[in-house]
């Protein structure tokens, strides 16, 4: 049957498809596993980097990377909910809120060197934070703003409309009923969405690459004004700098796998829990 | 009629955008009695129900023309704030709509959003507001449960008591049966019954018989129109109009 | 009465403001973007800096033609097209289609698992892995080449490929799949002649989208591309894509000198380039809504 044939074929050349996406990037996995795991040491976590990179452990690194995440939420959090809240529970359907929902998917398009030029030239520069973790952070919060809106507003949409009425028909202002029923039903769905935020923003290296990263700083942060070291710059700057290639391309190998574990676990976490949101009220 | 006037509704007309959903529509609702609208789906009947606490306003692009009376209260007039209407107005919904929380603060909800702090007053109001709508004995030992919980007949009353919570002079019940079983639905029916001592009452259904059971007055609607309006014996009975005959003899609906 | 609800308007006030957010910060990177890239213009004329054909920001006199980083960068795209998009559709098909129930509860999460891999990461497993695998199967002097941040860039993208296109597949409504078995179509005609026409535009907005991803990449091409700024011949070249030269120069270029002004005049048209394809991808997935019937 020549029909069979070439159904036969067409599925086992999508069932390749699936095999390769699967096999390509678990590679990557595996091999960053593999030669990253025999790094990997109590020490290697908990020391700071002598000997010009080539000796001790990447713990600033790690800190450093946690302060510019949190940093970054900490900015767009609060403004990424409060837009969502806007568009779903205030807006009436117009104009404004078009042009607002096209710059948020704009926004989320913005290539991330251009988002690190941008904090450059107003950051760093114009408002004179210098090369620091606000500057760092304050440039990952506004990449990371349209991904919290879009959270935001699914866990928002996800919330039934019977229950705000009933919340108004009981006497409840717009503003009650956002804060006393709306926000506190949606909030795991938003949790989900900023966990995933939170593993995107962590993984980012082009727009801390002129606003907040350093090779190398002597200890851990003093202050939101100082340089830091961040895992993902970290790794691109043992390649790339430094004076000894072969040690440092082994701490390369450490770092790498510390950020893939930190990145997949958060976004795993997060997925993890979103599929059981679904299965709860879906 | 001797019966005191509760609500009015004065030659109201209400369009969706440019749909004309009602057509000067006039009606009474009276003090501690059942009005009961009937007609078929699509006919206006739970559109002319959110005009009494205003609940239409959350859809966009609809205009109302015409009065909404609350003793003698225009209750659009532009001093009129709809949160302190709906106070005073409550509304059971189709399908149970408990809050995700527990079965305490469903019914303390309203009280705390009205500025009520006192915790003793509180929990005497939830327990009085619960053995009103007949579903303490089924929750007294679980208040700190989730609503979720609750089978859809006790979720409806638990709705019921949460409106009762809040200082309501009129109750608004659009369908509230239409998602539950007949044993469930009797119950409702009874406590309705039991609670016109204290309000006055307004049902939305398409079930004649439970407008029959029920309701002291009946408005019949069709197509925007309110047909014929009476007491539900005469509309029963005698119905004036021949499509009110129609449709509960039951040649369509 | 009014005066009481003081509050209500105000908080409706502040979300407002706070939701003109995106916008301003989306004007303000135009802004700051073309602020920063106009006096590069009063230098060299606008043609010549687009289509010169020698990019030596450092040399005395210096030169500014981007042609050989705009071509590396469309080089690198459509090298990574050509690997994101069967694969990324092909699984998203599979998925789809072939996957059972159970299956696709597992292999959705886990491609929605690996499109969080950060890009540094695929940099540097192209540098340590895939590199020294080209030089010795392909016989060059270096690994760091176009095909290298090709199919690095392709992998990457393939998961977003892939998530966008399943949902897309997802939209198109199960009545078409039973009218389509009813007249006796095999399941791959059905697939080929019904499911895959209805969702065409959805699987379009996957690919552009997945375009745009790879045009705007930055530190997988800064690594494994090989940064060598002529204008490529082969895909077995090292090449230098804009995003590159605006990572791996930005660091040196004086501030306020020509050479930093040229560097935002770059980011100024990879931003023009990846809001067209964003605006094209956002026009044909509201056609391909109001095609089968969905809201807007």
């Given at each position: ?282 | ?120 007053f509180i929990e005497q109001k939830v327990e009085d507001s619960l053995k009103k709508a007949v579903i303490w004995a089924e929750v007294k030992d679980r208040l700190n449960d989730s609503a979720l919980k609750l089978s859809g007949g006790q979720q409806q009353r638990l709705c019921i008591a949460r409106c009762l919570a809040v200082e309501t002079e009129v109750i608004l019940f659009d369908e509230p049966c239409a998602s539950l079983d007949p044993i469930s639905t009797a119950k409702i029916e009874e406590l309705i ?61 | ?296």
């Open positions: 049957m020549k029909k069979e044939f070439s159904q036969n074929l067409g599925f086992f050349g999508l069932f390749l498809c699936m095999l390769t996406t699967i096999l390509a990037l678990g590679s990557i996995i595996y091999f960053i596993a593999a030669r990253g795991f025999s790094v990997l040491s109590w020490s290697f976590l908990t020391q700071v980097p002598y000997s010009a990179m080539t000796k001790g452990g990447i713990a600033p690194v790690i800190v450093g990377t946690f302060y510019i995440t949190l940093g970054a939420i900490m900015f767009a959090l609060p403004l990424g909910i409060a837009c969502a809240v806007y568009l779903c529970e205030y807006s009436p359907k117009s104009i404004v809120v078009n042009i607002i929902r096209i710059s948020i998917n704009n926004l989320a398009g913005v290539p991330s060197v251009v988002f690190g030029l941008f904090g450059l030239a107003v950051f760093v520069k114009f408002f004179g934070f210098g090369v620091s973790i606000l500057s760092g952070s304050l440039t990952l919060g506004i990449l990371a703003l349209p991904m919290i809106i879009s959270s935001a507003q699914e866990a928002l949409l996800a919330v039934p409309q019977s229950i705000r009425e009933a919340s108004l028909s009981l006497g409840a202002t717009k503003w009650g009923t956002i804060k006393n029923i709306v926000l506190p039903t949606a909030l795991p769905g938003i949790l989900t969405g900023v966990i995933l935020s939170i593993g995107r923003v962590a993984g980012e290296t082009a727009p801390i690459l002129f606003t907040a990263a350093a090779f190398y700083t002597r200890g851990y942060p003093k202050s939101v004004f100082s340089e830091v070291m961040a895992l993902p710059y970290h790794i691109y700057a043992l390649m790339t700098e430094g004076a000894h290639p072969d040690k440092q391309r082994a701490i390369a190998y450490g770092c790498s796998l510390v950020l893939l574990f930190l990145v997949l676990f958060i976004s795993g976490f997060a997925i993890f829990l979103r599929q059981r949101q679904r299965s709860l009220y879906g | 009629m001797d019966n005191k006037i509760k609500m009015q509704a004065k030659n109201v007309d209400f369009f969706y955008g440019k749909n004309q959903a009602l057509k000067n529509v006039n009606l009474n609702v009276y003090a501690n009695k059942v009005t009961a609208m009937i007609g078929p789906s699509g006919c206006g009947k739970s559109t002319f129900i959110r005009l009494f606490n205003r609940m239409n306003e959350l859809v966009a692009h609809t205009t109302l023309k015409g009065k909404i009376l609350l003793d003698d209260l225009d209750i659009n007039s532009p001093l009129v704030d709809a949160v302190d209407i709906r106070k005073r107005v409550g509304m059971v919904f189709q399908k149970p709509n408990p809050f995700p929380k527990t079965i305490f603060e469903n019914i303390s909800y309203g009280l705390k959003v009205n500025g009520i702090k006192d915790k003793a019954l039991e609670l016109k001592k204290d309000y006055s009452i307004v049902i939305v259904t398409h079930n004649m018989q439970q407008a029959a059971r029920v309701s002291d007055y009946t408005g019949f609607f069709l197509l925007g129109e309110l047909i014929e309006f009476g007491k539900t014996q005469d509309i029963f009975t005698a119905p004036k109009d021949k499509k009110t005959e129609a449709y509960i003899t039951g040649r369509f609906g | 009465m009014k005066i009481l609800r003081f509050k209500e308007r105000l908080y409706k006030w502040i979300f407002t403001i706070l939701a003109f957010a995106s916008l301003f910060f989306l004007m303000g990177i135009v802004l700051v973007l073309v602020k920063e890239s106009l006096p590069i213009f009063q230098k060299v004329n606008f043609f010549k800096f687009i289509f010169g054909r020698s990019w030596y920001p450092t040399y005395n006199p210096a030169e500014f033609g981007i042609l050989p980083l705009i071509l590396a960068s469309i080089w690198v795209t459509l090298g990574a097209v050509v690997v994101c998009v069967p694969l990324g559709v092909g699984s998203a098909l599979y998925l789809n289609e072939l996957a059972g129930r159970r299956q696709k509860a597992v292999l959705k999460p886990i491609v929605e698992l690996l499109a969080s891999i950060p890009s540094v990461v695929f940099g540097f497993f192209g540098v340590v892995i895939l590199t020294p695998l080209l030089q010795k199967v392909f016989h060059l002097p270096t690994g760091l080449t176009a095909l290298n941040a090709s199919i690095i860039l392709g992998v990457m993208a393939t998961p977003t490929v892939c998530s966008i296109a399943e949902d897309a597949l997802n939209y198109v409504p199960n009545a078409f799949r039973e009218a389509s078995f009813a007249v006796g179509a095999t399941r791959w005609q059905t697939l080929t002649q019904v499911i895959i026409p209805a969702a065409g535009s959805g699987i379009a907005t996957a690919i552009i989208l997945g375009m745009s991803r790879a045009i705007g990449e930055t530190m997988t091409v800064l690594m494994v591309a090989g940064g060598s700024a002529v204008i490529p011949h082969t895909f077995l070249e090292p090449v230098r894509p804009m995003t590159a030269a605006i990572a791996a120069e930005m660091g040196e270029a004086p501030m306020g000198g020509s050479h930093y002004h040229a560097l935002f005049a770059i980011a100024l048209i990879l931003f023009v380039i990846t809001f067209i394809f964003n605006v094209i991808a956002e026009i044909i997935s509201r056609s391909f809504r109001v095609k089968l019937g969905l809201s807007g």
